[in-house]
């Protein structure tokens, strides 16, 4: 007689939930030498969320600046002439993004949008992120995205670039689901921190945003991989910040009021 498939899956999913509670129980047992090891997994979360958004960073940067001198070299100047084969190359090369943009999209369709409420849904339980395709996916469909000039941002993609390499390791290392939430809120931290050279921004993000808890097992392993983040993306970077704000006016103290 064939074994009962259904029957199989039910005993090992059962399994995997009874080690999971007993990983669980151990680790609450153990409270401070499990927030210490948080405080240790937040330094890898941080080194990993790091290297990710430099990577994105890099891509960012070397897609705007192609698409600059695309435009300033053929597109203006064909245009100016007259003559109008340069924009309709300029079409094309949207119309190819788009087309990519729209496949990477049905192939991880968790990566789609900022990615922030997906992170919220996996901390909150209510989600599910397929960490290897969205890590790939977000990387190159930003980098695309913003490269063509649409109207997109960083913020959300590094927040859940950063949270799904701490979802990998977490995975990787055979976590707990509880245990798995507070990296990835600290991959979510190390994430902002790094795409901004901003750790106090990407910290506070974590905490008030997505965990929305101070106490200290959140605490530590969020601040850890944020600093962590942050020195990785300034060895590749320097420590020049994202935005540079000149001749601001100092407001009159009578005006205060």
Same mark, same amino acid.
């Given at each position: 007689m064939q074994p #009962?498939?259904?029957? /199989? #899956?039910? $005993?090992?999913?059962? /399994?995997?939930?009874n080690r999971q509670l007993l990983q669980t129980y151990i680790a609450l047992d153990n409270w401070h030498k499990f927030r210490l090891r948080l405080f240790v997994e937040g330094i890898f979360v941080g080194i990993l969320g790091g290297l990710a958004i430099s990577l994105f960073r890099f891509l960012l940067g070397e897609a705007e600046q192609y698409r600059i001198f695309l435009y300033n070299t053929y597109i203006i100047p064909g245009f100016s002439a007259g003559d109008f084969k340069p924009l309709l190359f300029w079409l094309a090369i949207l119309a190819i993004a788009g087309l990519a943009l729209y496949g990477m999209g049905r192939?991880? %369709? +968790?990566a789609g949008g900022s990615g922030i409420p997906q992170v919220k849904g996996v901390i909150l339980g209510v989600m599910r992120m397929r960490w290897i395709r969205i890590l790939w996916v977000k990387i190159l469909a930003g980098a695309v995205g913003i490269?063509? @000039?649409?109207?997109? @941002? =960083? +913020? @959300? %993609? $590094?927040?859940? &670039?950063?949270?799904v390499a701490a979802q990998g !390791?977490? =995975?990787?290392?055979g976590r707990t689901r509880m245990e798995e939430r507070y990296l990835i809120t600290s991959g979510a931290s190390a994430g902002l921190a790094a795409a901004f050279n901003a750790p106090l921004a990407g910290m506070m993000f974590a905490?008030? +945003?997505?965990? =929305?808890?101070? $106490?200290?097992?959140?605490?530590? %392993?969020? !601040? /850890? $991989?944020? &600093?962590?983040a942050t020195i990785v993306t300034r060895f590749f970077f320097g420590t020049n910040t994202s935005f540079t704000i000149t001749h601001l006016v100092p407001v009159p103290a009578n005006h205060l009021g």
């Open positions: #009962d498939s259904s029957k /199989t #899956d039910k $005993s090992s999913s059962s /399994t995997a939930f192939y991880a %369709p +968790e490269g063509a @000039g649409l109207s997109l @941002g =960083r +913020e @959300g %993609p $590094s927040i859940q &670039i950063g949270a !390791m977490s =995975r990787l290392l905490l008030e +945003e997505l965990h =929305r808890n101070f $106490s200290g097992a959140v605490l530590l %392993p969020t !601040m /850890t $991989s944020a &600093i962590t």
